[in-house]
């Protein structure tokens, strides 16, 4: 089918695109922001003050872990999104839909204490705290490329390691087909939460074979530090050949399943949102082309590449 495209994604202003993906009015939708925020208002008074650590204090296992050494496998064919820049602009729908307050709107987030939960079809389920985690894999530090479906894109060092080395000590069972991640579930903390037409928990999915690529991380830092909260802390995922939404932040549950899982933008507008959401200059977003990118920060217009330029790491896994 052949569509025109007389707009790209990053001209649409943000709360255009995402208003309009939740099939509801502007008014409709300002009310039911007005409501929700006055909730979480009063729950938020009823409730005991929970410890949260500033992101700048650092655990002993942390202290021992960053920064990491950079594993040069994966260099990068554009700089380095500022640290400024990549944590100013960010999407996280939990905190709510511009993407230059979730910064401020994510500082509700408590982070510690926080378990990570490998579940499902394994041999050997586990429950992670983040020390635990930390400690359990060999983290590294790698710099990837990260291209929302809105057509910006980052250039950003994470620090983690390396989901397989996960799913291996797991051990799944052999009818597992796809993995599932799970972000937090506090609408407390999350005001976006409240926005009850949306499927909350966050979640998304990978197929199994896709989740044993070498590419596939769990990030729990980036530039040289945890995370922190608008990235997603304490643990989120990088899969860098496909549109940002796939990485999953702040999450809490990874479940091997034998059946593909529904995942929240698909769940939204499956219209708009697919599930493999592979970088794709060929294939244009029903409202924009794909066919380009802007560089947040310097705002450099770039050919989107295949796989976002990945495509050596994992063409085998689409043939
Ligand atoms: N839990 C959760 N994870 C999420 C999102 C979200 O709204 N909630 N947004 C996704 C989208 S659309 C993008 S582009 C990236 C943005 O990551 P960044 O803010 O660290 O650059 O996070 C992804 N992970
Ligand atoms: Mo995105």
Same mark, same amino acid.
Not at 36 to 59: H, Q, R
Not at 120 to 138: A, H, M, N, Q, T
């Given at each position: ?8 994604? %990053?001209? =649409? ?8 993906? =939740? ?11 007005? %409501? ?33 050494? !950079? ?5 990068? @064919? ?12 960010? /999407? ?12 401020? /709107? ?20 586990? =429950?992670?705290?983040? @020390? ?30 390396? !989901?397989?080395? !996960? ?73 860098? %050949? ?11 549950? =990874? ?24 970088? /794709? ?21 770039? @050919? ?16």
């Amino acid at each position: 089918m052949k569509r025109r495209h007389l707009v790209r994604g %990053w001209e =649409i202003p943000s709360n255009e695109i995402t208003s309009e993906s =939740i099939f509801l009015n502007r008014r409709d939708f300002m009310k039911a922001t007005a %409501w929700s925020v006055g909730t979480v208002a009063l729950s938020a008074c009823k409730e005991t003050p929970a410890v949260v650590l500033p992101p700048d204090t650092l655990s002993e296992t942390e202290k021992k872990i960053y920064p990491a050494s !950079l594993n040069p496998a994966y260099p990068l @064919d554009a700089e380095l999104t500022q640290e400024k820049i990549a944590g100013a602009y960010n /999407n996280f729908f939990e905190f709510g839909e511009s993407k230059e307050n979730i910064q401020s /709107n994510a500082r509700n987030l408590s982070i510690r204490p926080w378990t990570l939960e490998v579940c499902g079809l394994v041999d050997k389920p586990e =429950i992670y705290d983040i @020390d635990k985690l930390l400690r359990s894999f060999p983290v590294e530090e790698r710099t990837y490329r990260l291209r929302c479906v809105e057509a910006w894109a980052i250039a950003v060092p994470w620090t983690g390691f390396a !989901l397989r080395e !996960l799913l291996r000590r797991a051990s799944p069972k052999s009818n597992a087909t796809h993995v599932r991640f799970v972000s937090f579930y506090r609408p407390s903390q999350a005001m976006g939460q409240w926005a009850f037409w949306r499927p909350w928990p966050y979640t998304e999915a990978l197929t199994l074979s896709e989740a044993m690529n070498e590419l596939s991380f769990l990030a729990t830092g980036i530039y040289g530090r945890p995370l922190p909260r608008q990235h997603g802390a304490p643990v989120r995922l990088a899969v860098p %050949w496909k549109y940002g939404y796939k990485s999953a932040k702040s999450i809490v549950k =990874i479940e091997l399943v034998d059946y593909r899982p529904p995942t929240f933008w698909p769940m939204l507008n499956g219209l708009e949102y697919d599930f493999s959401a592979n970088v /794709n200059p060929e294939i244009p977003h029903p409202r924009w082309s794909q066919s380009q990118e802007k560089i947040l920060g310097t705002g450099e217009v770039r @050919d989107t590449r295949l796989y976002n330029g990945y495509e050596k790491f994992v063409a085998d896994l689409y043939k």
